[in-house]
Structure formats: structure tokens, C-alpha cells
Antibody, heavy 127, light 111 residues
Framework: QLQLQESGPGLVKPSDTLSLTCSVS??????????WGWIRQPPGRGLEWIGS???????YYNPSLKSRVTISVDTSNKQFSLKLYSVTAADTAVYYC???????????????????WGKGTTVTVSS | SYVLTQPPSVSVAPGKTARITCGGN??????VHWYQQKAGQAPLLVIF???DRPSGIPERFSGSYSGNTATLTISRVEAGDEADYYC??????????????FGGGTQLTVL
């Protein structure tokens, strides 16, 4: 059974870089078929997608965060990572990692959704 | 950017049917997915590709479309269904390669 586990510092200083890792265990045969992504949720607010990465290195990013985000994959260690640069208090949130399967519309356009989620890790940006 | 609109809250009595809507331009063409998030927990996928249920999700949960609105229907509502529910689509166009878009979320209260 696939499991995802986020890890990283719970406290980051303003203007520093937030770095998180998601460790993937179980279901190793099909990892290459999926995208793997990061989603965050500020306190008391809704979900915000940050970006996603494929094992090939292909990425998609939220346009509003793209200039401050890098998501990468480490296939040998079965992990993928998030780096968010120049953080402010507005980046305080619970950060989730997730697996994204692909589906296709009637027009053969791909779409993605999140079918397995990590438990989330709380990151606070404060001096 | 693409916008999904959900009502902030829906209330329903136990045993009744709850309907949570998700509106967006031509949303039927994008394939809508639904997540349940209970307090203090990670989101859980309850409907994908408009109307498909993942393994382990009760048949009481169903998804449908009508015009520019997708609907999550929960039949025979139970106290344990109380949660926030989010709809989600994948939006891509000639202007950008693709983005996950979430609705603002709907808080379901079981009276």
C-alpha cells in the first residue's frame, strides 16, 4: 500500500528557503506513471496547489508561486522535494505531498487529481 | 485563471441528502474531482473523474454534472460525513501548460 510522508523543518525564518521532502514507500512498480505534487493549506483556509513533478523531471507549477518554487525528484532515494524561496508569514501552512494519477477527457486531453496524500507537516514562518 | 465556485456551507439533517455544488465555465469538459477533509486530517479523494468512487468510498457518495455545475451528492448523511469538501479540476490552455485548481471549499454540517 502506497504511503507518503512529509519531512522538514517546522520553523523557517522570513526571507529564508523552506525545504521539504516527501518519502514514497510501497507500490514501487508504477511510480513512473504518476506525477507527484505539493499542496498547502494556510491556517483556517482552503487548499492551494503548489506544483507537481514526474519521475522524468517534467514539472508543472502554480503560476502565482512559480518564481519562488522548485520541485525535484530523487528516484534513487524514492523521494521528491519542495523548495520555496524568500518565504514570508503568508507561507505559513500545513504542507501536503500527494500522488497524481492521469486521466483523459473525451477530447483526449490529460487531467490530474490527487489519489493518495501524506498526513501533512506544519511549517511556520517566523523570526 | 480558472475559477471554481462552491457555497461556503451546507447543512443537512442525518439520514437526508446533501448536495454540494461546484460551478465553473464549461466545467463538464474538465473532469471534476472531490475531496473530503475532516478536522485535523489530510484530504481524502471521494470522487474522481466526475462520478467514479475510489475503493473504500461508500456508494452514498456520488458525482454528477448539470450545465456548468458539478455536484457531489451524499445520500443518507451520517454524523461522520461532517467535513469540508473541495472540488478540483485540471486547467490547461494555450496560455499555460496546466494547473490544479481547487474550489474554495464547502463546510458540511450535520444537524
Amino acid at each position: 500500500q502506497l504511503q507518503l510522508q512529509e519531512s522538514g523543518p517546522g520553523l523557517v525564518k522570513p526571507s529564508d528557503t523552506l525545504s521539504l521532502t516527501c518519502s514514497v514507500s510501497g507500490d514501487s512498480k508504477s511510480r513512473g506513471y504518476y506525477y507527484w505534487g505539493w499542496i498547502r493549506q494556510p491556517p483556517g483556509r482552503g487548499l492551494e496547489w503548489i506544483g507537481s513533478v514526474h519521475y522524468s523531471g517534467s514539472t508543472y507549477y502554480n503560476p502565482s508561486l512559480k518564481s519562488r518554487v522548485t520541485i525535484s525528484v530523487d528516484t534513487s532515494n524514492k523521494q521528491f522535494s519542495l523548495k520555496l524561496y524568500s518565504v514570508t508569514a503568508a507561507d505559513t501552512a500545513v504542507y501536503y505531498c500527494a500522488r497524481l494519477p492521469v486521466g483523459y477527457t473525451n477530447d483526449d486531453a490529460p487531467y490530474y487529481y490527487m489519489d493518495v496524500w501524506g498526513k501533512g507537516t506544519t511549517v511556520t514562518v517566523s523570526s | 485563471s480558472y475559477v471554481l465556485t462552491q457555497p461556503p456551507s451546507v447543512s443537512v439533517a442525518p439520514g437526508k441528502t446533501a448536495r454540494i455544488t461546484c460551478g465553473g465555465n464549461n466545467v463538464r469538459s474538465k473532469s471534476v474531482h472531490w475531496y473530503q477533509q475532516k478536522a485535523g486530517q489530510a484530504p481524502l479523494l471521494v470522487i474522481f473523474s466526475g462520478s467514479d468512487r475510489p475503493s473504500g468510498i461508500p456508494e452514498r457518495f456520488s458525482g454528477s454534472y448539470s450545465g456548468n455545475t458539478a455536484t457531489l451528492t451524499i445520500s443518507r448523511v451520517e454524523a461522520g460525513d461532517e467535513a469540508d469538501y473541495y472540488c478540483q479540476v485540471w486547467d490547461s490552455s494555450v496560455d499555460h501548460p496546466g494547473s490544479v485548481v481547487f474550489g474554495g471549499g464547502t463546510q458540511l454540517t450535520v444537524l
